[in-house]
Nanobody
Framework: QVQLVESGGGLVQPGESLKLSCAAS????????MVWYRQVPGKQREVVAS???????NYRDSVKGRFTISRDNAKNAVTLQMNSLKPEDTAVYYC????????????WGQGTQVTVSS
């Protein structure tokens, strides 16, 4: 049974930091590209950052220089360090595992709420 469990969300003030974690089980973690998405009510889910199985990273423009995605294959985990948070970063953040070379095989976590507000 595949499980992706996110943690680390919460309420912070603008300019503060949070670190999200996603723990994976039931998959060969090193064979998966990992992606963080976020979604606000009424809008489509959007890619925030991704890290390939070979640790190639990509970020959406609005988070470049503030967010860092990392993976630890020994711990089957991916993290998203979020610094200098802004109110517009408020969303539910989801972790997704994409099996390499198989676009039709992917898994979602349940999401974790991040709220940035003064």
């Amino acid at each position: 049974q595949v499980q992706l469990v996110e943690s680390g969300g919460g309420l912070v003030q603008p300019g503060e930091s949070l670190k999200l974690s996603c723990a994976a089980s039931g998959i060969i973690f090193s064979d998966h590209d990992m992606v963080w998405y976020r979604q606000v009510p009424g809008k489509q889910r959007e890619v925030v950052a991704s890290i390939s199985a070979t640790s190639s990273r990509n970020y959406r423009d609005s988070v470049k220089g503030r967010f860092t995605i990392s993976r630890d294959n020994a711990k089957n985990a991916v993290t998203l360090q979020m610094n200098s948070l802004k109110p517009e970063d408020t969303a539910v953040y989801y972790c997704r595992a994409n099996q390499r070379s198989r676009e039709d095989i992917f898994y979602w976590g349940q999401g974790t709420q991040v709220t940035v507000s003064s």
